[in-house]
Antibody
Framework: EVQLVESGGGLVQPGRSLKLSCAAS????????MAWVRQAPTKGLEWVAS????????HYGDSVKGRFTISRDNAKSTLYLQMDSLRSEDTATYYC??????????????WGQGVMVTVSS | DVVLTQSPATLSVTPGERISLSCRAS??????LHWYQQKPNESPRLLIK???QSISGIPSRFSGSGSGTDFTLSINGVELEDLSIYYC????????FGSGTKLEIK
């Protein structure tokens, strides 16, 4: 059974940093591209970032480009999201998601339960 | 960036109805258009991939159609458990989501 378990969320002040983790199990992690998707309270879904299966290619949404860094450790089957210079508008539930089994991430076939990040002073 | 416009924003339905939800792209996304269901307080779930391809474990009352810029998600015989928000998402040019259509009971 595919499982994605996020951790590392919490309350953080504007301008500070936070690092999210996503522990994957039930599949060969190193075979899949992975992504982070977020959802602000009562709002819709927003793609944040994605990373290739080997970690060499990354892509970011415009709202986080230059502030967030996606990375992975295939030996630990873990996905990360380093979030710097956090703003109030980054407040959201962050989901870890597995991409389709192809060279390019076209859609998300499994999702974690999400972790809440609140940016507030 | 590709913008996806979903309509209506909210749809009031009667159980047993056949309904259609619309997703329109600002430019062609070919068939790289996918649908998700999100129930209250749950993570999203993939319903349909590549505009019309079914997903294992998803009830057959859900179907998708379209290509290019106009897409439709249909539910043939809405059930109470289908009350959710439905999102479309394109993967042709990076990744973007529509704003969602909320299904509620009439």
């Amino acid at each position: 059974e595919v499982q994605l378990v996020e951790s590392g969320g919490g309350l953080v002040q504007p301008g500070r940093s936070l690092k999210l983790s996503c522990a994957a199990s039930g599949f060969t992690f190193s075979d899949y591209n992975m992504a982070w998707v977020r959802q602000a309270p009562t709002k819709g879904l927003e793609w944040v970032a994605s990373i290739s299966y080997g970690g060499s290619n990354t892509h970011y949404g415009d709202s986080v480009k230059g502030r967030f860094t996606i990375s992975r450790d295939n030996a630990k089957s873990t996905l990360y999201l380093q979030m710097d210079s956090l703003r109030s508008e980054d407040t959201a539930t962050y989901y870890c998601a597995r991409c389709n089994w192809e060279l390019v991430c076209y859609y998300f076939d499994y999702w974690g339960q999400g972790v809440m990040v609140t940016v507030s002073s | 960036d590709v913008v996806l416009t979903q309509s209506p924003a909210t749809l009031s339905v009667t159980p047993g109805e056949r309904i259609s939800l619309s997703c329109r792209a600002s430019e062609s996304v070919d068939t790289y258009l996918h649908w998700y269901q999100q129930k209250p307080n749950e993570s999203p779930r993939l319903l349909i991939k590549y505009a019309s391809q079914s997903i294992s474990g998803i009830p057959s009352r859900f179907s998708g159609s379209g290509s290019g810029t106009d897409f439709t998600l249909s539910i043939n015989g809405v059930e109470l458990e289908d009350l959710s928000i439905y999102y479309c998402q394109q993967g042709n040019s990076l990744l973007t989501f529509g704003s969602g259509t909320k299904l509620e009971i009439k």
